[in-house]
């Protein structure tokens, strides 16, 4: 079928064709014809454009120059200038509009939503609504307009960052896969979200597929990929669903498939499920686990862009990398670099959950402070308890303290303030929080899900879960703080990837800004939130207790004696400080010590 | 232990068929795996011979990928698995209380089936719904902002 | 459906969707939107979508959209209901329990009263 570089639509709405316009069509045939450019541009008559006020106006795509006004004189120009030389005329150009992205740029909303800007707003299920949204204009203008080196420039230009964590260029990620020489290459969306408290990546699987579906299909473009995977943990069974939804209706358009958009490009892609492995989230142990293997991570080099799935080139890339990509090309790089700090350019979409009012996705400039995500944008504290810390970047993070909730947010600031980006998990603790529970929880979650392969991961996080244990149980040694710290410095140092490096940031991070906490539970063996079972008792006010026997009723052990309307008392000794009193209790009567 | 005939040419055909479905192919051996763990409840030592013997992968291989990962499930489990996420979110938010709550009511201990064959409670990383957290899975059913007093009604849905 | 082979077909596919949209807008029909992504369904979203189904069978309520979308990010919220009365903007209501569906139902789709007291109010 024929081909055009270029596409012209001339209104032909009543009021511009009172001006007109069906002349102005003609003498762009005529002109076009003139010229030997008949096969090269196609003309077109659209029903409305939208300026008819300074009608005649015509539409050319695939570069969107919109111009008013024009006359049947101005046409030889036009062309000769336009088509021929691919220069536009300024002059007959229709002034700038305000950008649609301005109103996602409102100063007092500190969100910018990029990303996130369908969830909610689309049927997810229904491909129309996100054409309707201007989607996949972005791969046609791609497939229609740009070699794939050319692509590849626009998303470096951006300063794009690799959305998963570990913050590498994403269009440098991309050169370098496609410069493996080699006829086979793959791509691969990694939508293995394991960290506890992220949901990011879920939710635009969910709520907006065809999204990463499109950012997907224009990096293979860019890469010369044939086919891609989304590998996709089982724990999201409905973003699988949704996205199979969204493949198969990408395919009924001719999006994927061959000859996507009646170019030489094809391209087709599959999901394929995780097995519940969190370590499967690392890029080697992914390639494993869709290979049919263990998921165990290997050494890099090779990295994945030079051998990766079946030994071919492969690039592997974040849900949310992908998601920004059509925005990216439909904006233009200089827009995305607009918004961000100097090293970490755009938008990103962190999780926030915990003791936080507003928890929930959000997305919002790099260099915004840890201080408007909490009380600005998230609400503030729950119960409007005190802030003592916030965990950032899933387990692989460290615990940030009050001092640094003026921190501009981005990749650089978050490493050398002692945690990670990771891929946007925010827990945020509040003054009730016992730090050293906080840290043995991050390792006990480590230590299940180390693959095991290699020693200083498999048995020295078991070795810190243990001293963290004996901890919160009242049985910590003098030298466990010691002990934890040289721990800590041999996992990271020698672990063969990045969970095992990462996995002594929690003990380190709570070791340094609330050591008090541990010399409490080690020294004193008191738990100063009152949340560790072994440290703490359970006892009855009797100034408030009415002897109404709820307590007694739910005690799961029966260690609450009394009789009705007398002072019911708690037996320490069978006591397993599991809480439930509290909870039942209507008259605030069960106190903690 | 006898095998009834009729059950073990039942759970032949149904690995055969999930097999089957998938081509064979090495590399869909996880795929595989976790459909015939769905079907059959777990991966019986059967399966796993029929599974190793169709693919030609040594057995020892095939039980140290299914081993690897914790939704291919190697044990039997009850009627209804129950999932409950044990992330620190979910424990921040008042998991603590209902996980307690949820052992005093099935009387058993996590990893555990309880005597009865009715429920094996397990514990789940992240299910990504943080926000609504404390959360638990059942079978496939999801239940969030979990409280202790909700416990009997939900878990009374199921036979 | 033809495959899209060109950016014609797209920008007409576009078009197409955008006045598709503009009808129902105008045309005075209700749109009822339910949030179904996992945390919404976790927080009891089918049911809400079940008794919304429900009270327009129950009332042969004529003229209204049901539809679902994925998760907004308000998910503390959930379940989330929102309501687009014809050519009005736009009203997100959060934690809607069956019950909170009946006086959803009753007050706004059927006389037009935004039911205050459960509205989120959003931003942007």
């Known amino acids: 079928m024929a081909y055009f570089r270029s596409n012209v639509l001339v209104c032909s709405d009543p009021e511009c064709i009172g001006k007109g316009s069906e002349k102005i069509l003609e003498s762009l045939l005529a002109e076009l014809s003139k010229k030997g450019l ?119 230009e951006s300063g794009l960052r690799g959305r998963g964590g570990a913050g590498f260029s994403t269009g440098m990620k991309w050169a370098l896969t496609r410069d493996t020489v080699g006829d086979v290459r793959y791509i691969i969306c990694n939508a293995d979200e394991g960290d506890p408290g992220a949901f990011m990546n879920r939710a635009v699987l969910e709520g907006d597929p065809h999204s990463v579906l499109e950012g997907m299909i224009i990096a293979a473009y860019a890469i010369g990929a044939q086919q891609g995977f989304v590998y996709c943990r089982a724990e999201y069974p409905i973003a699988v669903k949704t996205f199979e939804i969204a493949i198969k209706q990408a395919r009924e358009y001719g999006l994927l498939g061959e000859h996507i958009f009646g170019t030489d490009f094809s391209f087709d892609l599959e999901v394929r499920q995780g097995a519940g492995a969190f370590v499967c989230g690392e890029e080697t142990a992914l390639i494993a686990s869709i290979e049919g293997k263990r998921g165990e991570p290997r050494p890099r080099p090779p990295f994945p862009s030079v051998r990766g799935l079946f030994g071919k080139p492969t690039s592997i890339n974040n849900v949310e990398s992908y998601a920004n990509v059509p925005q990216i090309i439909l904006n233009g790089p200089e827009w995305f670099a607009s918004m961000g700090t100097e090293k970490s350019k755009g938008t990103k979409t962190f999780a926030l959950a915990g003791d936080v009012k507003k928890t929930g996705l959000i997305e919002v400039p790099f260099g915004i402070t840890l201080r408007e995500i909490i009380y600005d944008v998230g609400g503030g504290i729950k119960n409007d308890l005190g802030f003592k810390a916030i965990q950032t970047g899933g387990p692989m993070g460290g615990c940030l303290p009050e001092e640094f909730l003026d921190l501009p947010v981005d990749y650089e600031r978050l490493s050398q303030a002692g945690s990670i980006m990771g891929s946007g998990g925010m827990v945020v603790l509040d003054e009730e929080t016992c730090m050293v529970d906080i840290a043995k929880f991050f390792v006990k979650f480590i230590q299940d899900e180390s693959c095991g392969k290699c020693v200083p991961c498999r048995v020295g996080t078991r070795r810190m879960l243990e001293i963290l244990t004996r901890i919160t149980e009242g049985n910590g040694r003098p030298d466990d703080i010691d002990l934890l710290e040289q721990l800590s410095v041999e996992i990271r140092q020698d672990s063969l990837c990045g969970l095992g490096q990462g996995a002594p940031n929690p003990v380190v991070s709570t070791i340094k800004h609330f050591r008090k906490e541990y010399e409490a539970h080690i020294n004193d063996k008191v738990c100063p939130a009152k949340v560790c079972r072994a440290l703490i008792s359970y006892e009855i006010d009797p100034e408030k207790c009415v002897g109404c026997t709820l307590c007694a009723r739910n005690c799961p052990v029966n260690c609450i004696s009394g009789e009705l309307k007398k002072t019911h008392v708690i037996d320490p000794d069978i006591c397993i400080r599991c809480g439930i009193c509290k909870q039942v209790c209507n008259y605030g009567a069960v106190l903690v010590k | 232990m006898t095998v009834n005939t009729k059950d073990s040419k039942d759970m032949v055909k149904t690995v055969d068929l999930i097999i089957d479905e998938f081509h064979a192919k090495k590399e869909e051996l996880i795929p595989i795996l976790m459909k015939v763990s769905q079907e ?44 409950f996420c044990e992330s620190a979110p979910c424990h921040v938010a008042g998991g603590r209380e209902v996980w307690n709550a949820i052992q005093k009511e099935l009387k058993v201990k996590p990893g555990e089936t309880s005597a009865d064959g009715k429920w094996t409670l397990t514990t789940t990383s992240c299910l990504g ?31 | 459906m033809n495959a899209i082979k060109s950016l014609d077909d797209l920008k007409k596919i576009r078009e197409e969707a955008l006045a598709k949209r503009k009808v129902t807008e105008t045309s005075g029909a209700t749109q009822v939107i339910v949030g179904m992504g996992t945390c919404g369904i976790a927080a009891g979203a089918r049911e809400t979508m079940k008794a919304v189904l429900e009270y327009i069978e129950a009332k042969n309520l004529p003229n209204i959209v049901v539809t679902q979308t994925g998760c907004i990010g308000l998910c503390e919220q959930e379940p989330i209901l929102q309501v687009v009365m014809s050519e009005k903007e736009k009203v997100t209501y959060g934690k809607v329990s069956p019950e909170v569906v009946k006086t959803i139902m009753e007050n706004h789709v059927e006389k037009g009263e935004v039911v205050e007291g459960h509205v989120i109010p959003m931003q942007g």
Do not use: W
């Open chain 1, 38 to 156: 008949a096969e090269e541009v196609k003309v077109m008559d659209t029903p409305r454009i939208g300026d008819c006020d300074k009608g005649p106006e015509i539409l050319v795509y695939p570069e969107g120059y919109h111009y008013v006004g024009l006359t049947v004189e101005d046409i030889p120009f036009l062309v000769e200038e336009q088509f021929l030389k691919g220069r536009p005329v300024n002059k007959l150009l229709a002034p700038p509009k305000k950008e649609e992205a301005q109103e996602l740029r409102e100063p007092t909303a500190k969100e910018v939503r990029v990303v996130l800007r369908n969830c909610g707003k689309i049927n997810p299920e229904n491909i129309e609504e996100y054409i309707a949204e201007n989607g996949y204009a972005a791969l046609a203008k791609v497939l229609t307009e740009k070699s794939p080196d050319e692509v590849i420039q626009i998303v470096k």
């Open chain 2, 40 to 83: 059959l409840g777990h991966i019986s030592t059967p399966a796993l011979e029929q599974i190793s013997e169709r693919m030609h992968i040594p057995q020892s291989q095939v039980y140290s990928v299914a081993s690897f990962y914790r939704l291919i499930y190697t044990k039997s489990t009850g009627r209804h698995v129950i999932k």
């Open chain 2, 129 to 159: 719904v943080c926000a609504v957290g404390p959360v638990m899975m059942v079978d496939e059913d999801i239940y969030g902002n979990l409280r202790p007093d909700q416990l009997t009604d939900i878990l009374g849905k199921y036979e």
